[in-house]
């Protein structure tokens, strides 16, 4: 009898802690992205005169930081979280590792507005349009 009741006890626990467990990995990543969605796809740009040459490039898998000379410094994305904000806007940070597994996080803004819009958050004042994709 005792067998029995030690058994019904183990198997009550196996669903608590299968369900225990798919919590801690899951709900994490709610609002987790593995790559860029369709909205951030391509290549932002802003009128801004300090950043005249210089451009923003997100491809699915990569963020890319484009110089007045052309060149791009491309990164690899690790993954991407949004949040709903007030209006239509959305937030995104984009966590990304250079060559040497170094990691970095780009907080955005997004907007639909017309094409789209981009406002880095570090600098709101300047939005950012999407050029192609």
């Known amino acids: ?19 225990i467990f798919l919590s801690l ?6 609002g987790s992205l593995k790559s860029v969605p369709d909205e951030l796809l ?7 005169q300090e950043y005249q040459g210089i451009f ?9 930081f484009g110089k007045q000379d052309g ?3 491309s990164y690899t994305i690790v993954k991407i979280k ?11 940070t984009i966590f990304y590792r250079d060559h040497q597994l170094k990691k970095y996080e780009f907080p955005l803004l997004y ?5 789209g819009i981009v406002r880095f958050l570090n600098k709101e004042q300047y939005t950012w349009i999407r050029e192609s994709t």
């Not at 990995?25 to 709610?30: E, G, K, Q, V």
């Not at 391509?42 to 801004?48: E, K, L, P, V």
């Not at 949004?82 to 995104?92: A, F, I, L, T």
Request: glycine share 4%.
């Open 25 to 30: 990995t899951i709900l994490p990543n709610c």
């Open 82 to 92: 949004s949040r709903k904000m007030k209006g239509d806007w959305v937030r995104y």
């Open 71 to 73: 060149s791009v410094d």
């Open 42 to 48: 391509g290549t932002w740009t802003t009128q801004a």
């Open 111 to 115: 907007n639909p507005y017309k094409y």
């Open 1 to 19: 009898m005792q067998n029995y009741f030690m058994r019904s006890k183990m198997n009550i626990k196996k669903p608590w802690i299968t369900v």
């Open 56 to 64: 923003l490039e997100l491809n699915h898998k990569t963020i890319g």
